[in-house]
């Protein structure tokens, strides 16, 4: 934890350049190569990313919700693609261990994962199981000192590059909905586990998401979060919750990046003997997104605040994570509209960038997700 305001503008500062200095210098190779080059990735490593969310115990910076999401603004100034692989690690990848792992799990995952020599991966989602993720089918089955599981999951961030999964499978496969629910840290050279091929996505090149499938895959009993069987799906809603938030704040940071570029080019180009900036048109697209950027940004940072200080913010992060990214969808769409010809062309960051964020309202939960999550919340909270 950062406690002083001084270290932490000395953290959000050399995030900041290196950003700048490195991460965005590389973005046209890491689009059109698909990987991000293993000399950029040690430097993030040196620099700590990869634990800003780990308690300091375990290595990690320990940094608080509002501290991690000022650090989300920064690395989200460049392709989703860098903020993606240390997503994993400090997000979905990490936390279900962090919040309801044994000490054991701690001490054994957790300082790899902070120092980034492993990456960890969340494994919900399912062929037939998105949205309704409590309607998964994995199942695992106990059988002395181990579990056996079997079942496929879908589009799962990192796992071509993980050495953990944590796999929400159903304990009690004869049960439906989510009590019968639990998670498990699963290795990956644990016989039994494999991976499809790399999916073919809309955008985020470099990061890369693919199925793992399980096939009579026998895990130890003591790779069971928290050794509780059947809390495994409140340990994922619970990483969920914190993880809106932080995705809430990355939408908020390639929003002032694409009206930063948005900014620069309506300067530059001119017609009608004008730069097209004096138009009065092209203001209205550039002003309304500042103001979102703006709202989005005191929302994060006012919901952050609040779990740091212990409330539930199960509704605030909804309300986050759906309105942080349409507004990002729609500085998006006028940035692309702003460059012209030029926005649809991909020599221009505007292009990639409109295809980057459109995952924002899909994965983690979907805008309706989070609309019904809201909506639930308020009326559960008008009936006690
Ligand atoms: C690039 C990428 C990375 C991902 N990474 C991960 C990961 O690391 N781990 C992981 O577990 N998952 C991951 N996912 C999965 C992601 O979380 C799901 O795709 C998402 O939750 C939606 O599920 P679905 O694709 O099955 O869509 P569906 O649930 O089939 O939804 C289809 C449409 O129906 C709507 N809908 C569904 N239910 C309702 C309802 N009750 N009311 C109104 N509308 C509804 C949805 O909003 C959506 O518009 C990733 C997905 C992508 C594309």
């Known amino acids: 934890m950062i406690r002083d305001e001084e270290t932490l503008n000395l953290l959000l500062d050399s995030v900041r350049r290196f950003v700048r200095e490195v991460l965005v210098p590389h973005e046209h190779e890491v689009s059109e190569s698909d990987e991000i080059p293993p000399a950029v990735v040690a430097q993030m490593r040196e620099l700590g990313l990869f634990g800003l969310s780990i308690p300091e115990a375990y290595g990690g910076l320990q940094l608080t919700m509002e501290e991690e999401v000022r650090v989300a603004f920064e690395i989200a100034y460049t392709s989703p693609a860098f903020r993606s692989l240390i997503g994993t690690n400090n997000g979905i990848g990490s936390q279900g261990i962090v919040i309801d792992g044994t000490e054991a799990q701690k001490k054994h995952y957790l300082p790899k994962l902070a120092a980034g020599d ?224 030029a926005g649809y062309i991909a020599e221009y960051a505007a292009e990639r960038f409109y295809r980057d964020v459109r995952l924002f309202r899909i994965y983690e939960g979907t805008s309706q997700i989070q609309q019904i999550v809201i909506a639930r919340n308020m009326i559960k909270a008008a009936q006690r």
């Open 118 to 341: 492993i990456i960890g991966s969340f494994a919900l989602t399912e062929p037939g199981a998105g949205s309704d993720a409590a309607s998964l089918r994995t199942s695992a089955v106990r059988d002395g000192e181990h579990y056996i599981i079997n079942g496929t999951k879908r589009y799962i961030t990192n796992a071509p590059e993980a050495s953990i999964y944590t796999v929400m499978a159903r304990t009690d496969p004869a049960r439906k909905g989510a009590g019968a629910i639990s998670a498990f840290i699963v290795e990956k050279d644990t016989p039994g586990l494999t991976l499809g091929k790399v999916d073919k996505k809309m955008g985020q090149r470099g990061a890369h998401t693919c199925d793992v499938i399980f096939e009579n895959c026998r895990v130890p009993a003591a790779n069971l979060i928290g050794g509780k069987e059947g809390v495994g799906f409140k340990t994922a809603m619970k990483v969920l919750d914190k993880g809106r938030l932080h995705i809430a704040a990355v939408c908020v940071g390639a929003a002032e990046r694409m009206l930063e570029d948005a900014l620069r080019y309506a300067m530059e180009r001119e017609q009608f003997g004008h730069a097209i900036a004096d138009f009065q048109l092209i203001q209205a697209m550039l002003a309304d997104s500042k103001a979102e950027i703006y709202a989005a940004r005191s929302m994060v940072l006012d919901a952050a605040r609040r779990r740091d200080n212990k409330e539930d913010v199960s509704t605030e992060a909804s309300c986050c994570k759906l309105f942080a990214s349409e507004m990002c969808g729609r500085v998006a769409d006028r940035s692309v509209q702003i460059h012209g010809g």
